[in-house]
């Protein structure tokens, strides 16, 4: 069984920095789209895209993380990465990995890491 197992999470200050990771392990393998996307819990937010990145490297950000987060990957480790900078009380979320790869179901998820930004 696929799974994607993400790590780096925690409480930070505005104006700070944090890094998460997500390996995908088991029997994930062709993976193409990487990323993460985020969630206020409560049943009115919605998962909003946060980033993703292309096997390629071709990236896509939300407009709200434009210029402060980065997202990249090591496509010989499986791994995505999140490097969040000049952070904000509105970038407090859990945020969850995502990948597209084989086989069924085809997209996978992880289990969520919070992130917490005081003010």
């Known amino acids: 069984q696929g799974q994607l197992v993400e790590s780096g999470g925690g409480l930070v200050q505005a104006g700070g920095s944090l890094r998460l990771s997500c390996a995908a392990s088991?029997?994930?393998?062709?993976?193409?789209?990487m990323g993460w996307y985020r969630q206020v819990p409560g049943k009115q937010h919605r998962r909003e895209l946060v980033a993703t990145i292309t096997s390629g490297g071709r990236t896509n950000y939300a407009d709200s993380v434009k210029g402060r987060i980065t997202i990249s990957r090591d496509n010989a480790k499986n791994t995505v990465y999140l490097q969040m900078n000049s952070l904000k009380p509105e970038d407090t979320a859990v945020y969850y990995c995502y990948c597209n790869a084989q086989p069924r179901p085809y997209d996978y998820w992880g289990q969520g890491t919070q992130v917490t930004v005081s003010s």
């Open positions: 088991g029997s994930i393998f062709s993976i193409n789209v």
